[in-house]
């Protein structure tokens, strides 16, 4: 007897994405589906970069379609298709970028920078294309953690060439000032700086674009909220009552301008002595997920409080790639995924289906 399409998409939906816990079927992942006899072949596209994960979810589709009685041979491809996807009301995804994500705190202090090169470079070594955007005017402190010098060239006079390291584009005012300069600037003049660091930096093609907001919920993150098109927000707290409290403000703060919050990210969770391995949670316990409970929001993960993650951005290797193959930069790589495919299951951007319409009077 031989196979039918049908079959084989009844034995495709018992097999689960492990990172967007849907079946490829109702996942809408399965294209090019052809039945030949008993011969299957087919493509499983995911709307997330996932590199590392590529052979085991391909192992795993060989495998369901196997228990199918008669089978012949099965071919499986597994790739990653990356898409813009929708933005604030009244505003578009940028042309060479497809997906902004914005990643903030309420306040200072609650390891947000390094969140966010982490989460850049995980994202880049699951395959993706990614830049990281330093919105922190007063206090840029991607050029020291990514390890990267110099000032940014230019080849037109209008705009300028990122800087790279590690396989992420990065700009930042931090390649534009002396180190020990302080920025002196009032509100205005730092989101015209941002603009121009967003909209003349020539980012190439880019998947994701991460931006390392200022902390705070002032004058600059609202009109940067407003102004940027952002596919969505991570929101960085530690676990004590008073981050919490100015966690949840920038939280409401993305709501009332429309843009998604993707989840909630928990720094210095808990100590482990380097000495002893007691296990002590210096800033207090489940504020982060609380918080998540209270909004209706995901938990994205929980980092401890460890002396390697502080040397690591100082030195100028995040963990990610100083010690790729460690717990915390399993945790990192972890929330990526998970901010991954958050994105990938948000609305597609259709503008540029849509043709400029053009009202002339004769």
């Known amino acids: 007897m031989s196979i039918t399409v049908e079959d084989v998409k009844a034995a495709l939906s018992k097999i689960v994405d492990p990172n967007t816990t849907k079946d490829f079927v109702s996942g809408k992942a399965v294209k090019n589906l052809k039945v030949d006899g008993s011969d299957i072949s087919l493509d499983i596209e995911l709307g997330y970069p996932a590199k590392s994960q590529i052979d085991a979810i391909r192992?795993?589709?060989?495998?369901?379609?196997?228990?199918?009685?008669?089978?012949?041979?099965?071919?499986v491809s597994v790739f990653s298709k990356i898409l813009a996807h929708t933005?604030?009301?009244?505003?578009?995804?940028?042309?060479?970028?497809?997906?902004?994500?914005?990643?903030?705190?309420?306040?200072?202090?609650?390891?947000?920078?390094?969140?966010a090169v982490n989460l850049a470079l995980a994202l880049a070594a699951e395959g993706a294309s990614v830049g990281l955007l330093d919105a922190d005017i007063y206090g840029p402190s991607q050029p020291m953690m990514l390890g990267v010098k110099g000032r940014p060239e230019t080849k037109d006079g209008k705009s300028m060439e990122p800087l790279e390291n590690y396989g992420v584009q990065v700009s930042s005012i931090g390649f534009l000032i002396d180190p020990d300069e302080p920025m002196v600037w009032r509100g205005p003049m730092v989101t015209q700086a941002l603009q121009q660091l967003l909209e003349q930096t020539n980012w190439r093609d880019l998947d994701y674009l991460i931006v390392d907001m200022p902390p705070g919920t002032g004058d600059i993150q609202l009109t940067l909220s407003q102004k940027v098109p952002v596919t969505g927000a991570?929101?960085?707290?530690?676990?004590?009552?008073?981050?919490?409290l100015d966690a949840r403000k920038g939280l409401k703060m993305?709501?009332?301008?429309?843009?998604?919050?993707?989840?909630?990210?928990?720094?210095?969770?808990?100590?482990?002595?380097?000495?002893?391995?007691?296990?002590?949670?210096i800033f207090g316990h489940g504020g982060g997920e609380k918080m998540c409970h209270d909004f209706g929001v995901d938990f994205l993960g929980a980092l401890p409080l460890t002396l390697a993650i502080r040397q690591q951005a100082d030195a100028?290797?995040?963990?990610?790639?100083?010690?790729?193959?460690?717990?915390?930069?399993a945790i990192y790589k972890a929330i990526a995924r998970k901010v991954a495919v958050q994105v990938a299951e948000k609305a597609k951007d259709m503008?540029?289906?849509?043709?400029?319409?053009?009202v002339k009077n004769d």
């Open 59 to 75: 192992a795993s589709v060989i495998a369901g379609l196997k228990t199918l009685p008669g089978v012949g041979n099965i071919s």
């Open 87 to 115: 933005v604030q009301r009244g505003l578009k995804p940028m042309v060479k970028v497809k997906n902004i994500i914005a990643v903030a705190s309420g306040k200072g202090g609650v390891g947000k920078s390094t969140t």
């Open 234 to 244: 991570v929101i960085v707290t530690t676990p004590q009552d008073i981050a919490l």
């Open 254 to 281: 993305f709501e009332k301008v429309g843009i998604p919050i993707l989840g909630v990210v928990e720094n210095m969770s808990v100590h482990i002595c380097t000495n002893c391995g007691h296990a002590e949670e």
């Open 316 to 329: 100028g290797k995040p963990t990610v790639v100083a010690d790729p193959d460690g717990k915390e930069a």
């Open 351 to 358: 503008t540029s289906k849509f043709p400029t319409i053009v």
